[in-house]
């Protein structure tokens, strides 16, 4: 279980972390400039997204699989930009789009707002834009 991500930036000798107290990290997606597998294209990422757990979203002491899994976007330096979805969204999980360069974000909606993500509580598809994923919306 990884607590935390550091960014080290050589030249300046810097240090930077990504959250300023322990989270219990899900996903990393990290800079890459590699060649699509489909269709050779070259792919580049100039951005950090990761999903955490970053709160103690259930209230019952602990930074666990129970609480809400959030998901934020950082820039190369590890400074962080935006959470991606709202933090009342849990992601449960994600598909890539290599036709359109997306993720497809699955996330249900805390609706009665306890914390935890509740049986019958409605699941949403958003989409993200890998070329540029400050741009989100929601598909369903």
């Known amino acids: 279980n990884k607590v935390n991500v550091f960014h080290y930036d050589i030249q300046k000798d810097v240090q930077t972390r990504f959250f300023e107290k322990p989270v219990l990290i899900k996903t ?11 269709y050779k294209q070259p ?4 951005y950090f997204m ?5 709160e103690d979203s259930n209230k019952d002491g602990f930074i666990n699989l129970g609480d809400l899994r959030r998901f934020y976007l950082f820039n190369l330096e590890g ?11 849990s992601v449960q999980k994600s598909e890539y789009d290599a036709i359109n360069d997306l993720m497809y974000v699955f996330a249900q909606l805390d609706a009665n707002k306890n914390g935890q ?3 019958g509580e409605e699941t949403h598809v958003f989409w993200v834009d890998l070329k540029d ?7 369903y």
């Open 28 to 38: 990393l997606y990290y800079p890459s400039e590699t060649r699509d597998t489909l």
């Open 79 to 89: 400074k962080k930009q935006k959470a991606i979805l709202s933090p009342d969204y």
């Open 50 to 54: 990761v999903s955490v757990y970053d």
């Open 117 to 119: 993500i509740d049986e």
């Open 43 to 46: 792919v580049q990422r100039n």
């Open 133 to 139: 994923p400050g741009r989100v919306g929601r598909m």
